[in-house]
């Protein structure tokens, strides 16, 4: 007998050594029963939803004119611009997306204190789309034993036949699913027929394979293993939550102890594991709060179906607060099973504190950030000029000794519409302003012509006259003046001079 095997005789039985335990346990496959019920028909409502606007938003169109694309939805990569329906972002305006984003975190902060996680069980497009991947799978293969008999099952042509025309239609909804996803990108109509007949680029087709295959992997084999181990959200998303949040949670004190129906001495818990074979992690809730739990609600629906048939109230399994189960717990701690346990641990519930300390600093940052963003759009130039200064050299000494610095204007004009505008430069210095291909309308004065929807390029040289004795740097500033005189945009730089290389 060597060490090992010595060892592991003195091992409790049913235990393994720690040393010889293995690092990767094998995945036990989940096979979730279909259940109907109120909850059900949410989470079928919300799919629908989620997969109606996901499927058919880049086919909405939306005028914007001739020279503009017309798709309501589209991310023109080629053209830098993000159109969603009368709103049109510039890449400097990124800032935008930027803000859309932190609302959503914050929001789903919001939602994760009132309702715990409500948005992995309802609204994750894991969930959106495993849910569609099972309901096709049971449409074809049956409900939860026929699929476990089918897996068991020997390779005969039905099962071939079964397994393939379930992965085909896999495939199908994940071509749908990557397919539609290139049409964020591109016109929807254009690219769809590019696609079918071969006329795509290679990165469309890249993209295309690449979430296709994406979604088949996660949503048809993955599945709750991206939830269990793949996704951070289930790590952090504890720390949200508090005594008031509505989680999903088993009645232990109306429960306790589980048994047969006709034991003496039980709880409304009949072990029928209803609970835990609808459940898409395959975990029981009656362990309490677990991190595989997406709080997807539907083991209140099989559990309120068994109790209906057995005539007990329902709610075994709700949507209830930590608060509510610890009073109910202590109010019916010397209690025996029965149904004054029943009225007396529901008696002492409270209806859920929504507003809180938690919850309105999450709505106090919602409506900051909304009031930045909303007055950041209000305050949106459809006019902007940036002015680039040469750095190489800083400034050119001519032959009769006076200076010249080299600047580029680029002039954005956001609008469908050309425009023409007056530019002009100002300085405590006596400086002189000429602009190639601009006509000049005065001193320091020059008519310039913007492209609609575009950014228009003039080259402009300010000259210092020789003899002039000015700071080595020297403010200067360029405005846009409108039709009217009004200034449009203003933009500050620097004209340099001798020994102007050591200073900005």
């Known amino acids: 007998m060597n060490d090992v095997t010595a060892k592991r005789k003195l091992q409790p039985a049913g235990k393994i050594p720690a040393a010889d335990q293995p690092l990767y346990a094998n995945r036990q496959k989940v096979y979730p029963k279909a259940v109907s019920g109120p909850v059900r028909r949410a989470k079928w409502a919300v799919l629908a939803l989620c ?3 996901y499927y058919l938003v880049p086919w909405l169109r939306w005028d914007r004119g001739p020279t503009a694309p017309d798709q309501a939805v589209l991310v023109d990569m080629e053209h830098g611009r993000l ?3 009368f709103f049109e972002i510039w890449p400097q305006e990124v800032y935008f997306l930027t803000g859309l984003l932190i609302l959503g975190a914050i929001g789903l902060f919001a939602a994760t204190s009132l309702f715990g996680r409500v948005w992995c069980g309802f609204a994750c497009p894991q969930t959106v789309w495993t849910d569609l991947f099972m309901w096709v799978e049971s449409k074809i293969q049956g409900d939860r034993n026929e699929r476990m008999r089918l897996d068991k099952a020997p390779w ?4 071939w036949r079964k397994k393939a025309l379930t992965h085909a239609a896999w495939v199908a909804i994940a071509a749908a699913t990557g397919g539609a996803w290139i049409m964020y990108f591109n016109d929807a109509p254009t690219v769809t027929v590019e696609i079918l007949t071969g006329q795509a680029s290679a990165q469309v087709y890249f993209f295309f394979g690449l979430f296709t295959f994406t979604t088949y992997l996660l949503a048809g084999w993955a599945r709750e293993q991206v939830c269990t181990y793949m996704c951070p959200w289930p790590r952090f998303q504890a720390a949200m939550l508090d005594e008031n949040s509505l989680v999903v949670s088993y009645r232990a004190w109306r429960g306790e102890p589980r048994g047969k129906l006709k034991e003496e001495g039980r709880g409304d818990c009949v072990d029928c594991r209803a609970c835990v074979n609808v459940c898409p992690t395959g975990i029981d809730i009656r362990d309490g709060q677990q991190l595989e739990c997406i709080g997807c609600g539907l083991c209140i629906d099989a559990c309120d179906d068994i109790m209906k048939k057995l005539d007990r109230p329902t709610g075994l399994i709700a949507f209830e607060t930590l608060k509510n189960i610890a009073a109910s717990e202590v109010a019916t701690k010397a209690i025996p099973p029965c149904a004054a346990r029943t009225q007396a641990g529901m008696g002492v519930r409270h209806v859920p ?6 919850t309105l600093i999450y709505a106090g940052v919602l409506t900051a950030v909304m009031a930045v963003m909303l007055g950041a759009w209000l305050l949106r130039q459809e006019v902007t000029l940036a002015v680039l200064r040469d750095r190489a050299p800083l400034f050119v000494t001519l032959a009769d000794g006076g200076i010249r610095n080299a600047y580029t204007l680029k002039i954005a004009n956001k609008a469908r519409e050309a425009g023409e505008l007056t530019l002009v430069m100002e300085s405590a210095a006596p400086l002189r302003l000429t602009i190639q291909e601009a006509e000049e309308i005065g001193p320091n004065r020059f ?11 003039w080259r402009a040289l300010a000259t210092r006259s020789p003899g002039a004795r000015q700071p080595e740097s020297t403010p200067v500033t360029f405005r846009l003046l409108d039709a009217r005189g009004r200034t449009v945009v203003r933009t500050s730089s620097v004209f340099l001079g001798p020994h102007g290389e050591t200073r900005r």
Not at 353 to 358: G, L, Q, T, V
Request: aromatic share 14%; hydrophobic share 40%.
């Open 83 to 85: 159109y969603f329906f």
């Open 353 to 358: 504190k929504f507003i809180r300390a938690r």
């Open 156 to 159: 005969t042509a039905e099962k």
């Open 447 to 457: 008519r310039v012509t913007t492209r609609g929807d575009g950014i228009t390029q």
């Open 51 to 53: 997969l109606a606007v």
